[in-house]
């Protein structure tokens, strides 16, 4: 007699955040706009991308598929842990050169996005250890933790009095997930908030799952893009990558996580768990499509960066304008500077949802209610400026208004 997944059980009776955005999130601006047809409509809830792949990322994309069509050029299964060429690239190009930071291709692992690894990763450790979770999070990172059955998470608070980087944990925790620059609040973490969790996860054999998925966007000096930036790092995190808002991959789908040797954990030795990650790796997945590592490889030369940056600086200049346009309109604005997240503050204390149907009221733009992130984001509403310009133009004229 089969039985279901009881870790299911919660997700399915307080609905994923998905299904909340479709259903009340989506019915609301529908019925909002059935109501007054006139208004045009913002939609800022989404971080999906809006501008085209980079050129030289086409080109290797196209240049790839033509290969496939040819039986002297065909190639088919690849190496399960990336295209060596890409992970040399990840290595290089984005670690060593950009970064100083220096890292071998075995210890990166190339996967179709960061989404399912942010997850996955937790299957490297045992059930009964204890996950922290910055409060507001990223949803997957919730909602992973209790698809692996852990209910017992303890909550790091990000408010205004911490600039939304929480204090390191009082009580002992296994896995810390921490997100810099943060979805959803668009907050960066310095170097030495950075050390703090480092030496705590040094100290208590803990591991760090570091998601610097929007680190091409910070513009603030010295605040570090990765966390192997800190000393000691190598030996208790691991970092998760992606081409997808850097380059305009969310459809692609490629990203990587890098599991150092150095890394342990209370029972392992060095090299374990990049070996542990590396059998999930042959067992559970097979690589990312060979074509869409080809365009990765692109976006990471010497071209494909520079354009890579251009799609990077579209989005700042989209947050910097709606920021300030919110801002002369009075409200109270997070983020947007070294991210394309703006969290902005509920005025007169409302809540998430009254917010949001006030904003799209008055204005037409539709963002996500902060409490969907957390019970800490109550109060706020999450925007995305990773859409159009004319968009965010045509936004900014409707808040003056
Ligand atoms: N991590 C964070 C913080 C994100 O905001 C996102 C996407 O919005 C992801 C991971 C997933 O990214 P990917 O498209 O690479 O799966």
Redesign the pocket.
Known sequence: MASKNPHFRQLISDSTYTEIVSNQILKQVEAHQAAYPEQKIYMMGF?DTSQPLPATVVKALVDAASRLGHPETYTGYEDITGNPELRRAICLNYYQNKLGITLDPTEVFVSD????V?VNLQELLAEDNIVALQNPA?P?FVEGTLLAGRTQYLNLHCHEQNNFVPEIPEQKVDLIYL?FPN?PTGAVATREQLKAFVDYARTNQALIIF?A??SPFITTPNIPRSIYEIEGATECAIE?G?F??MANF?GL?V?WCTVPHSLTINNTVPGELNQMWKIRHSIKFWGTANVAQQGAIAALSEEGQQECQEVVNYYLKNAQLLRAGLEAAGLKCFGGIDNPFIWLKAPQGMQSWQFFEKLMQETGIVGIPGCLFGSSGEGYLRLSTLIRREKIEEAVNSCSQ
């Open positions: 971080g996005g960061a989404q399912s942010a990223y997957s997100c979805n998601d998925v929007y998760i992606s997808s808002k969310t789908r990203g």
